[in-house]
Each structure stands twice: as structure tokens, then as C-alpha cells.
């Protein structure tokens, strides 16, 4: 089935930064964006940008560019995406998530998600 | 930034609708999409495409667009649908991704 597996928790300091990644089975990776949203503690759902496998090509909302780099590895069907000179604000869980449309017959609509990475950054 | 407003909470007793909105003005060009999101979980989408449900999700949830706004609609609401609900659109160019600061629904 389609699915998005993500890595494991991290904990980082103020400064450092974080390398998440999403490996995607089940559908042809290159076929669709993979965007990545946080949730940080008591906060809503924030997004990220998004990166287009097949040509590498990405967008990052205004308050993340230049911070924030997505990448993929077409590979081994795994996006990435890299937050540096973290700080606590940053604390949050990363989810990357997919939305699989048909463009013709038979048509389908499948949304899927990661469950999540929970990045800490405390000293 | 582009900005979808939502209001912070509902609530609602067991059998009765709930009703969620969610305004911004690229609404009227762009889709509107629901998320449901409960504590410790990935967001599931309830409605996509203003008023699509997605196999999977009980027929008691709809969705409807007018304008600058969508409407998420539960009726006959049930405990378990007690959750976070966040909106999610895009710009006028389609570009960028946004999402509703979320609403939380409280069944009584």
C-alpha cells in the first residue's frame, strides 16, 4: 500500500541543524510532490514548501527560505528535507505528505502522510 | 503571507451538526481541503476539492464553498469525531500552501 516512512526522533541545540527524511513505497515516487509540514507544541499545522522529485524542482514558504532545503533521491524513492540554525521555535514534529491524483481513467485521490518526526531543540 | 482564518474552537453535543468555517480570499479560485487531526496522529482528510470525500470517511461529513469561504459540515456528530480540524488551500497563483490556524471540535 502507499506509504511515507519517516525517520526516527532527534534532538538538536540552538544552532544546529536537522536532516529529515521520507521514503515513499508504494506509488512511483517521481510522480508526485512530496510537501513537508510541522506542527509545533500547541500550534496549528504549518507548511513548509514542497519539492517535485521527478525535476528537483522546490518552493519553500517565506519564513523557511533560505533555511530550509528539500531534496530527493529518486534512487531509493526517499525525500529530504534540512532545517539549519535551528532554534526552539523550531521544536516540532515534521510530517511529510504526498496527494496522489489520477489525471484520467479510472480516477483516484489518495492523501497520504508520514507519522511524523518530533525534532527537539533545547541546550 | 497568504491567511485562511478559522475560528479557534466548537462545540457541539452528540447528534447534533457541527459546522466549521474557514474564510480567505484566493478561496474563490482555489479548492478548499479538511484535515482532521487527533492527538498523536498524522492528519486524515475528511473533505478535498471543497465538498470531495474521500473513501474511507463517513458519509456524515460535507463540505460546501461560497465565495471567500468553505464550510466543513459533521452531522450527526459522534466522540469520536472530536479532533483538531485545519484547513488547507493555496494562493491565488496556486503556488503556495497554506493552512487555517485550526478549530477544535468538543463533543459535550
Known amino acids: 500500500q502507499v506509504q511515507l516512512l519517516q525517520s526516527g526522533a532527534e534532538v538538536r541545540k540552538p544552532g544546529a541543524s536537522v536532516k529529515v527524511s521520507c521514503k515513499a513505497s508504494g506509488y512511483n515516487f517521481i510522480d508526485y510532490y512530496i510537501h513537508w509540514v510541522r506542527q509545533a507544541p500547541g500550534q496549528g499545522l504549518e507548511w513548509m514548501g514542497w519539492i517535485n522529485p521527478n525535476s528537483g524542482a522546490t518552493e519553500y514558504a517565506q519564513k523557511f527560505q533560505g533555511r530550509v532545503t528539500m531534496t530527493g533521491d529518486t534512487s531509493i524513492s526517499t525525500a529530504y528535507m534540512e532545517v539549519r540554525s535551528m532554534t526552539s521555535d523550531d521544536t516540532a514534529t515534521y510530517y511529510c505528505?504526498?496527494?496522489?491524483?489520477?489525471?484520467?481513467?479510472?480516477?483516484?485521490?489518495?492523501?497520504?502522510w508520514g507519522k511524523g518526526t518530533t525534532v527537539t531543540v533545547s541546550s | 503571507s497568504y491567511e485562511l482564518t478559522q475560528p479557534p474552537s466548537v462545540s457541539v453535543s452528540p447528534g447534533q451538526t457541527a459546522t466549521i468555517t474557514c474564510s480567505g480570499d484566493a478561496l474563490s479560485k482555489q479548492f478548499g481541503y479538511w484535515y482532521q487531526r487527533k492527538p498523536g496522529q498524522a492528519p486524515v482528510v475528511v473533505i478535498y476539492?471543497?465538498?470531495e470525500r474521500p473513501s474511507g470517511i463517513p458519509d456524515r461529513f460535507s463540505g460546501s464553498s461560497s465565495g471567500t469561504t468553505v464550510t466543513l459540515t459533521i452531522s450527526g456528530v459522534q466522540a469520536e469525531d472530536e479532533a483538531e480540524y485545519h484547513c488547507?488551500?493555496?494562493?491565488?497563483?496556486?503556488?503556495?500552501?497554506?493552512f487555517g490556524g485550526g478549530t477544535r471540535l468538543t463533543v459535550l
Open positions: 505528505h504526498a496527494v496522489l491524483e489520477s489525471t484520467g481513467t479510472p480516477y483516484f485521490y489518495v492523501d497520504v
Open positions: 488547507q488551500s493555496a494562493d491565488i497563483s496556486g503556488t503556495y500552501v497554506t
Open positions: 476539492k471543497d465538498n
